[in-house]
Structure formats: structure tokens, C-alpha cells
């Protein structure tokens, strides 16, 4: 049997959230790109590999482990290199950000209704 969340364990919405606010930050384009990759990778700094179905956890193991691979410390302080990502790393990070969301997204929308209250309404 398969679990109520399909295989999201922990906050399955705020992994959503925590995904969907990455996404519009790289969207939205707004700031220099080190101040704004470094905005959008922050909300998924609390995100574990196992929190994700077993069959994304290798996707979900380069897109969470970006922040890390661009980090230096200086002293006590951490740089995060983002501006020095390649084209082509940039890419696939957001690919890989877009399918994590994009699956999680539909695994909320296959446990319906349970997720009915998330459902966008007219403001």
C-alpha cells in the first residue's frame, strides 16, 4: 500500500511552499544573480533527501546540494559563489527545481481532497 502522501514524507505543503518560493524568486529575476540564486536556494535548506519519494531522491540530491557546492568560508563567514555557476549548471538546477515541484504539486493533486483548502480562489 501506498502511503497518503506518495511518498513525501514530513510537511508534504510546506515542501510545496518551500519549492513554489524558489521557483518565483528565479522567476520573478529580480536582484543580482549571487543575491537572488542565493534568495531562491534558501527555502530549501531545511528540505532532507528523504523527505522526497525515493524515485526523485536523486534529483533532489543536486538540486539540494547546489548551496553547498558554491559555498567558501571566509572566517566565521560563509560566501555562496553563485554568480560563478556555468550556463549550463544554472539550467539544470532549475530544471531539476521545476520537476521537484512539479511532482509534488501533482502528488498533492492526487490525494485529493484531502488538499482542498489549497486550492486557489478568487481574491
Known sequence: ??????????????????????????????????????????????????????????????????RGDVAHQIGNYTYFAFDKLTPSRRKHFVKGLLALHNACLIDIGRTWPRWEHMYPTEE
Open 1 to 66: 500500500m501506498i502511503d497518503a502522501d506518495l511518498g513525501w514524507t514530513g510537511d508534504h505543503v510546506g515542501q510545496l511552499i518551500r519549492l513554489q518560493t524558489a521557483v518565483t524568486i528565479l522567476a520573478e529575476g529580480r536582484g543580482k544573480t549571487r543575491e537572488r540564486w542565493e534568495r531562491a536556494t534558501l527555502p530549501l535548506l531545511h528540505m532532507r533527501l528523504d523527505n522526497f519519494p525515493v524515485g526523485l531522491r536523486s534529483r533532489a540530491q543536486e538540486v539540494l546540494n547546489l
